[in-house]
């Protein structure tokens, strides 16, 4: 990722990184936050809505919730903001 951090990176191949990674902790033995979770969420939201997830979530929760100024980031900096450290 760090050598290519423009690239736009599926979803499935971000997931290949961890196959071949031993767990961290044994289940129940520890805790570490990670996006595997949502990039497996995102996968079961396109497939049940048949519909990219960045729509749906736009659809169904930004815009009933007036949220417009809330978006699906997809690259490492965000036009019209001053990137942060």
Do not use: C, H, M
């Amino acid at each position: 990722f760090r050598a290519e951090p423009f690239r736009k990176w599926k979803v499935e191949e971000q997931l290949a990184f961890l196959f071949d990674a031993e767990a961290p902790f044994e289940a129940g033995a520890g805790w570490s936050y990670s996006d595997t979770n949502y990039l497996v969420l995102g996968l079961v939201v396109d497939r049940l809505l048949d519909r990219p997830r960045e729509r749906a979530i736009e659809e169904r929760l930004l815009k009933p919730l007036g949220l417009g100024k809330t978006f699906a980031q997809s690259s490492p900096t965000l036009p019209g903001l001053t990137q942060g450290y």
